[in-house]
């Protein structure tokens, strides 16, 4: 008797793929991870300022933490983002980004930068050779995801693809 229209929002939400599962054990689904990324993303980019700027350390967490934010603010669809940012599912993303607000604030309070320029520590070398019933624990190689992530962020988009208000 009655209809209903919904809004083209309204539409998508209803059309959008739900993940069921993550597949890893203690990982729970998370329905509003976009939410939770833009926001731990935002504070990110907030604590981050308390390290010096010429930093390598906030460099980088700078560059990938304003392109997985962009990309969050960019795509609705988990899928997009997991397929976009390329380093796992977006719960395994959150995690990621909690981890990283802990590592910032024991950086702060480490201060790895504040080392007087002459300051002089001993380097001892070892070249004995690692006995062969030792691992070597050497990582698998990364993902080719994490390579295009990588080249977009470090690649410099032509002036013709941007809007005429960023040249």
């Known amino acids: 008797m009655f209809r209903r229209i919904l809004t083209s929002a309204a539409a998508g939400v209803l059309r959008a793929k739900v993940k069921e599962t993550t597949g890893i054990v203690g990982l729970d689904v998370m329905p509003n991870a976009r939410e939770v990324l833009i926001s731990l993303y935002t504070k990110t ?73 002459d300051y002089e520590c001993e380097v001892i070398e070892d070249d004995t050779p690692i006995p062969s019933h030792v691992p070597h624990h050497r990582p698998p190689p990364l993902p080719e995801e994490f390579y295009k992530t990588l080249e977009a962020l470090t690649t410099k988009p032509s002036t013709k693809d941007m809007p005429p208000s960023t040249q």
């Open 45 to 117: 980019l907030k604590e981050i300022q308390a390290v010096p700027e010429g930093e390598g350390y906030r460099k980088a967490v700078e560059t990938f933490t304003k392109h997985r934010l962009q990309v969050c603010q960019e795509e609705e669809d988990w899928e997009m983002i997991e397929k976009r940012i390329g380093c796992g599912q977006v719960e395994e993303l959150v995690e990621e980004a909690q981890d990283e607000l802990k590592l910032i604030a024991k950086m702060i309070e480490w201060d790895p930068w504040g080392v007087p320029e």
